[in-house]
């Protein structure tokens, strides 16, 4: 039986992908969607980027819906969590677009009531299922690399100053184009290093002029006992953007870039081992599109739902990349 699932909100930069996704997925039911913006619906609906979809009248008929299990949460960053904490009280998983909002005891206490009532809460970093970074995070933990010291992240985009999701609207959040973008890799970092002991986030306005209260360009340093890692995003970058993942370790590094929508993956190694050449080599990797991330993002939310495997990522780590986050941008404050 396909897993029934709704959608709150439409303002998320992903989601009219995830929508997508639900509907074409053989193993899904997407009873509907609610917008709690008029404005928003109507423009929703004018785009068509939402065919043949239920639009709900009101929360409490999504919500109130005994047959839907899960809800995918798509609403603006600072509607999010508020949407989240509702659907977890109505008893729904969550498949929950990043990040998770900026009070943080309030997404701590939304990890505890889903834990208590044993609710699944995936969130949105769809470079989990992308093929380089599996890669990448594999050499590492299988030791191939040696003990990694360094990881560089660069993941610079280009939105315009007003809109949707412009800077305007982004300038509400500590730390800016970083808050918005920065989960994504450090999603990746705190998988491959685990918790630092340091974060600390250089926050600039250089090319925004029209929104003084917007960082555009960005920089955080993450201290762990034994490596660093650097995470740079921008709001300006010409395109198309060179987004880059790089991992050193003492016996070797992986570099990919760009790492979307087709990327290019580098293994250099001291000493030949585990079927790789000493030296560097190119690693085949197929074209990554965002869509098909979403895809799988959405294949591995289900089979956990349906008992055929653990989750890929626990609530605890989903709780690491969020404090991480906010402690680089100062909402939570360092000790």
């Not at 899960?70 to 600072?78: F, K, P, Y």
Request: charged share 25%; hydrophobic share 40%; proline share 6%.
């Amino acid at each position: 039986m396909p897993v029934v699932m709704a959608q709150y909100g439409t303002k998320h930069g992903h989601a009219a992908g995830k929508a997508r996704s639900m509907q074409t997925n053989p193993n899904v039911e997407l009873a509907g969607i609610f917008e709690p913006d008029p404005d928003a619906r109507t423009a929703a609906q004018q785009e068509g980027q939402y065919p043949d979809v239920r639009w709900y009248r009101s929360k409490e008929e999504m919500l109130d819906d005994q047959r839907v299990v899960a809800v995918a949460i798509e609403g603006r960053n600072d509607e999010s969590l508020a949407m989240a904490s509702e659907a977890i009280d109505a008893g729904k998983h969550l498949w929950y677009d990043k990040p998770a909002g900026d009070d943080w005891p309030a997404f701590r206490d939304l990890i505890e009531r889903a834990r208590s009532r044993g609710l699944r809460i995936q969130m949105g970093y769809m470079f989990r299922y992308h093929d380089g970074f599996r890669r990448i995070a594999d050499w590492a933990k299988a030791g191939l690399l040696g003990d990694v010291f360094s990881v560089r992240a660069h993941m610079s985009t280009w939105i315009p100053v007003s809109g949707r999701n412009g800077r305007e609207v982004i300038s509400r959040h500590r730390g800016g184009i970083f808050y918005d973008l920065a989960g994504h890799m450090l999603d990746q970092v705190v998988w491959l290093l685990g918790r630092p002991v340091r974060a600390r986030g250089f926050f600039r306005n250089d090319q925004t002029p029209e929104v003084p209260a917007f960082s555009d360009n960005t920089l955080g340093v993450f201290e762990f006992e034994r490596a660093l890692a650097f995470v740079d995003i921008a709001a300006m970058e010409a395109r198309p953007m060179a987004r880059r993942f790089e991992v050193y370790g003492s016996r070797g590094s992986a570099i990919m870039e760009p790492f979307e929508p087709e990327p290019t993956l580098y293994l250099c190694l001291e000493e030949a081992q585990s079927g790789y050449a000493a030296g560097r080599q190119q690693v085949p990797l197929a074209a990554q599109p965002r869509q098909a991330l979403y895809d799988r993002e959405l294949d591995a939310f289900l089979a956990v739902l349906q008992g055929e495997r653990p989750p890929d990522r626990s609530l605890d780590h989903e709780l690491l990349v969020q404090e991480t986050l906010l402690r680089a941008t100062g909402g939570i404050a360092e000790t």
